[in-house]
């Protein structure tokens, strides 16, 4: 463990350079401010950020009272003031449920996001307007354990656990911080997980007697698997983006570090396709579109997930996807090349309307066992032709830029 924390801890210069900077982006954007206060968010306001991630969170507060019944201004009226700051800096506006933004500043990425100031959850309007008072609920609470917190996102980023987004739908930063702050620890949360049942519930604010929680939980949060109440706000379901399959996922590494600990479960495994024993390999890098990464996760997914049922017939024996900035979509497959002719099954003899039909459609038919079958000629009977015809589907064009290369490994 000491080890592993070694390695993800920010070091001295790291810290030095993230106060430093988010120090001056502070200062300067706030001189600009009339109405609101921009202030630290997400893990950098926490403490709970690992080595080599410099993305920094900023929540602009605007005043309750004067923006409550107009949240929907926040971003229009911070967009001319960000530019006025930083006029030497491109702007990107990103929509959402309230648009943010993003920019470079002293080489560091930034998010930039309007929010209401309040004081407690039931004052938002929107989802963000609660974050400042996750990192006030964190920092109160997890001073002890901030260094399994950081061990704890390390494990779920090396096994594909990380992110709430609906193309990932695994732990939030967030709620691993819950977790690890009501548990005490990281290997004691591992040991937890192991009795879960499914709708185990979370409450570490200690919000409802027992599982009452499910009694008074909207049944529309109750979908995930396990019930992380929010400690700020008793009406959320904190891990409502969880799926079974990650919570599952989670459980069997837990399972496996406790039974063999080893420093290999929290480094990312680099998928290597030339050691997988296939018939053919594709891998077909993509240009993805502009955008929300949440939007722009689930566009990539489809597209995997479409081409995924298109290369059936080659027998898919592993497929993966990672994404960067760009996109890699891996198939490795037990046939590279189909028969060029098709046998398609068509109706019993009996059905004499709807073999009409099929034996108008299928020229080359003939009859067996009182049913009629038709000959069809496969048009792209080679992998990188199927591939490349898949590739030029509707479905796939309107949900990405643009196909860079395909290889056949």
């Given at each position: 463990?000491?080890?592993?924390?070694?390695h993800?801890k920010?070091n001295k210069?790291e810290?030095?350079?993230f106060?430093?900077?988010?120090?001056a982006?502070l200062?300067?954007l706030?001189s600009?401010?009339?109405?609101a206060?921009?202030?630290?968010?997400?893990?950098?306001?926490?403490?709970t950020?690992?080595?080599?991630n410099?993305?920094?969170?900023?929540f602009v507060?605007?005043?309750y009272?004067k923006?409550?019944q107009?949240t929907?201004?926040?971003?229009?009226?911070?967009e001319?003031?960000?530019?006025k700051?930083?006029?030497s800096t491109?702007l990107?506006?990103?929509?959402g449920?309230?648009d943010y933004?993003?920019?470079?500043?002293?080489?560091?990425s930034?998010e930039?996001?309007?929010?209401l100031?309040?004081?407690?959850a039931?004052?938002?309007i929107?989802?963000?307007d609660?974050?400042?008072l996750?990192?006030?609920?964190?920092?109160k609470?997890?001073?002890?354990?901030?260094?399994?917190?950081?061990?704890?996102?390390?494990?779920c980023?090396?096994?594909?656990l990380?992110?709430?987004?609906?193309?990932?739908?695994?732990?939030?930063?967030?709620?691993?911080e819950?977790l690890v702050?009501y548990?005490?620890?990281?290997?004691?949360?591992f040991?937890?997980s192991q009795?879960?049942?499914i709708?185990?519930?979370?409450d570490a604010?200690k919000?409802y007697p027992?599982?009452d929680?499910?009694f008074h939980?909207?049944?529309?949060?109750?979908?995930?698997p396990?019930?992380v109440i929010?400690?700020?706000?008793?009406n959320?379901?904190?891990?409502?983006?969880?799926?079974i399959e990650k919570?599952?996922?989670?459980?069997?590494?837990?399972k496996?570090?406790?039974?063999?600990?080893?420093?290999s479960f929290f480094?990312k495994k680099?998928?290597?396709?030339s050691?997988?024993k296939?018939?053919a390999?594709?891998a077909i890098?993509?240009e993805?579109?502009?955008?929300?990464?949440?939007v722009v996760?689930?566009k990539?997914?489809?597209?995997?997930?479409f081409?995924?049922?298109?290369l059936?017939p080659?027998?898919i024996?592993?497929?993966?996807?990672e994404w960067e900035?760009?996109?890699v979509?891996?198939?490795a497959?037990?046939?590279?090349e189909l028969?060029?002719?098709?046998i398609?099954?068509?109706p019993p003899?009996k059905?004499?309307?709807?073999v009409?039909?099929?034996?108008?459609?299928?020229?080359?038919?003939?009859?067996e066992n009182?049913?009629?079958?038709?000959?069809v000629k496969v048009p792209?009977?080679?992998?990188?032709d199927?591939?490349?015809n898949?590739l030029?589907?509707?479905?796939?064009?309107?949900?990405?830029?643009?196909?860079?290369?395909?290889k056949?490994?």
């Open positions: 463990m000491k080890e592993v924390l070694s993800i920010p210069q810290l030095s350079q106060k430093k900077t988010s120090t982006f200062k300067t706030n600009k401010l009339k109405d206060k921009a202030i630290l968010g997400g893990s950098g306001a926490k403490g950020w690992l080595s080599g410099f993305d920094i969170d900023i507060l605007f005043d009272k923006y409550s107009k929907d201004e926040l971003s229009n009226v911070l001319p003031i960000l530019k700051a930083f006029p491109t990107n506006r990103l929509h449920s309230r933004f993003q920019m470079k500043y002293q080489n560091l930034f930039i996001v309007p929010i100031k309040i004081s407690k039931d004052q938002a929107n989802i963000t609660v974050s400042p996750h990192s006030q609920w964190v920092n609470h997890s001073a002890k354990v901030k260094d399994d917190i950081m061990l704890t996102k390390k494990f980023k090396a096994n594909d990380y992110g709430a987004e609906s193309y990932i739908n695994g732990f939030s930063g967030y709620v691993l819950i702050t548990y005490g620890s990281l290997l004691k949360l040991k937890a009795k879960w049942k709708k185990e519930v979370i604010a919000y027992k599982k929680a499910l939980l909207n049944q529309s949060k109750l979908n995930s396990l019930i929010d400690p700020v706000d008793k959320r379901n904190a891990a409502a983006a969880l799926s919570l599952s996922l989670f459980q069997q590494k837990a496996e570090y406790l039974l063999k600990p080893s420093a480094e680099v998928f290597d396709p050691k997988i296939a018939a390999v594709v890098t993509i993805p579109l502009k955008g929300k990464e949440d996760g689930t990539l997914l489809k597209v995997f997930q081409l995924q049922k298109e059936e080659f027998s024996k592993e497929s993966h996807w900035e760009e996109a979509l891996y198939f497959l037990n046939k590279k028969p060029t002719i098709e398609r099954s068509g003899i059905l004499t309307e709807h009409k039909v099929f034996k108008q459609r299928h020229s080359d038919n003939y009859m009182s049913r009629i079958f038709a000959r792209h009977p080679k992998v990188e199927f591939v490349k898949s030029q589907d509707k479905y796939v064009k309107k949900r990405i830029k643009t196909v860079k290369t395909v056949i490994i």
